[in-house]
């Protein structure tokens, strides 16, 4: 049975001294918890997370990387780099990331491809816009998406990445898809997997649903056959919303 992994993607908020005070009181309200509890940081609070973090069950991410280990890419952060300071995750491919700097699905695959070369677990976003939702080209979009961001990846290496079904029209709108409509897209997703790698892959994959997730909405997405947990924005900002999402049970 695949476990529920729930993740926080603060994007550009905290400073270093917040994100101190924040995992401060979050780690005593999901220290019980049985999901596995993610909080993807910006780089500055890289560091403090993971030393506060440590002797709890927060595992920290990153929300960005370049493919490349080093060279003249000014402003850029590579996975070795991460992956020196211990963190664990990083998210590939986020909306935001396509909308504004011109990220692509080749960029996001050389990325992954990186991301396991050191050892970082990829939270990959996949997602549609309004007006391809509309046109009814969900499905079409989002299995293209997944196919392309895997493509060249191992068996092991896809049952080891995450995917985030993220519909763009749902994120920090107030919008949600419904349950069964998240559900049937996560399915569609699963599918496009088992056709390039199998049913054993495919049952092994965690996908998870994000697009304005919050704890009045988190167990009934949660609960649905084929969403294993959330990428959570804004109520992930709130160390007492978000606990209340993980513990969603």
Known sequence: MRKKVIAGNWKMN????EAIEYIEAF???????????ILCVPYTDLFYCLNYAQDTNIKIGAQNMHWAENGAYT??????MLKSIGVEYVIIGHSERRQYFAE??????????????NELKPIV??????????AGKTAE????QTRLALEGLTENQVKNTIIAYEPIWAIGTGKTATSEDANNSIKEIRQEIEKNYGKEVAEEVIIQY??????SNAKELFSMSDIDG????????KPEEFAKIVNFE
């Open 125 to 134: 976003c996949v997602g549609e816009t309004l007006e391809e939702r509309e």
């Open 141 to 144: 979009v989002i299995t293209n």
């Open 75 to 80: 402003g850029e952060v590579s996975g070795k």
């Open 14 to 17: 905290m400073l270093p001294n």
């Open 27 to 37: 780690e005593k309200l999901v220290k019980d918890t049985k999901n596995e509890v």
């Open 210 to 215: 994000g697009g304005s997730v919050k704890s």
């Open 230 to 237: 959330g990428l959570v924005g804004g109520a992930s900002l």
């Open 104 to 117: 692509t699905d080749e960029t996001v695959n050389k990325k992954i491809k990186s991301a396991f070369e």
